[in-house]
Nanobody, 122 residues
Framework: QVQLAESGGGLVQAGGSLELSCAASGSIFRIDDMSWYRRTPRNERGMVASITSGGRTTYADSVEGRFTISRDNAKNTVYLQMNSLKAEDTGVYYC????????????????WGRGTQVTVSS
């Protein structure tokens, strides 16, 4: 059993900042890539940022330079620091990760959090 729980969402003014966190819990052997995925009110969907277990990062073009993804492997937690927020950043942010557990014979499976709402107003 693995659970991912996001936190840190909320309502902010354009130009402001938020930091999202996602903590994984359960019987975890290893977490490979961890990522943030966004669904907008217009049902636009896509990956926002991703980070490998070794710390290599990937960003969507729309957020590169404004968002920073990081992770704390000791805490099984991934973060998304969001700066210079824009109205178009509004949406539900989900974290997901490739998680290996003893019950999966250490083969990684994708687990998703429930999402956290981010609303950016002018």
């Amino acid at each position: 059993q693995v659970q991912l729980a996001e936190s840190g969402g909320g309502l902010v003014q354009a130009g402001g900042s938020l930091e999202l966190s996602c903590a994984a819990s359960g019987s975890i052997f290893r977490i490979d890539d961890m990522s943030w995925y966004r669904r907008t009110p217009r049902n636009e969907r896509g990956m926002v940022a991703s980070i490998t277990s070794g710390g290599r990062t990937t960003y969507a073009d729309s957020v590169e330079g404004r968002f920073t993804i990081s992770r704390d492997n000791a805490k099984n937690t991934v973060y998304l620091q969001m700066n210079s927020l824009k109205a178009e950043d509004t949406g539900v942010y989900y974290c997901y990760g490739n998680v290996a557990t003893p019950s999966t014979s250490w083969a990684p499976r994708i687990y998703w959090g429930r999402g956290t709402q981010v609303t950016v107003s002018s």
